[in-house]
């Protein structure tokens, strides 16, 4: 697989969870374990660009895939993400278990749709659950990332 743009070569059981091969033998520990369910977004990953619950993602469908965590966002470890950056100044972040999530969540949703209503930052989140924020600055964090990136 390619992971956060570095081809990764690996051996892993048949039964081995995408999760826990990221945070256990990857040592990535940005997606968390939260649901085990795909209900709460806390283990949210991309695979060749879309959001998938690592939690319930066998590790070894990633064989040939392409994948992004919460530390390849930014491609580099000097400056931040657009999207980061905007959750950072707008105050979209409290305690940081949900944000890994709902930043990559953020990136594949503005990636197709720009100048999004309040409304739509709310539905494409609706599978990401942070229990401290209330998401008023999330979704202006939303807002400021689509305004300041430019794709």
């Known amino acids: 697989m390619v992971l956060n743009g570095r081809a990764v070569t690996l051996e892993v059981r048949p039964e081995a969870l995408l999760l826990d091969v990221l945070r256990e033998r990857l040592s990535l520990k940005g997606a968390k374990r939260s649901c085990d ?6 283990c949210t ?6 959001p998938v619950s690592a939690c319930t993602y066998l590790a070894i469908e990633a ?3 392409e994948l992004t965590t919460v530390e390849g966002l930014a491609g580099s470890q000097d400056e931040l993400h657009p999207v980061q ?4 100044e707008n105050h979209g972040l409290q305690c940081g278990f949900c944000t890994p999530g ?7 949703f503005l990636r197709r749709e720009h100048a999004p209503t309040a409304c739509a930052i709310r539905e ?14 999330i979704v202006r964090a939303v807002q400021a990332a689509d305004q300041g990136w430019e794709r």
């Open 37 to 42: 369910m795909q209900v709460c977004g806390a």
């Open 102 to 108: 709902i930043l990559l969540t953020t990136y594949d």
């Open 63 to 65: 064989d040939g895939h």
């Open 124 to 137: 494409a989140l609706a599978g990401n659950i942070c229990r401290c924020t209330g998401y008023e600055n």
């Open 45 to 50: 990953v991309l695979v060749d660009g879309a």
């Open 85 to 88: 950056q905007a959750f950072w």
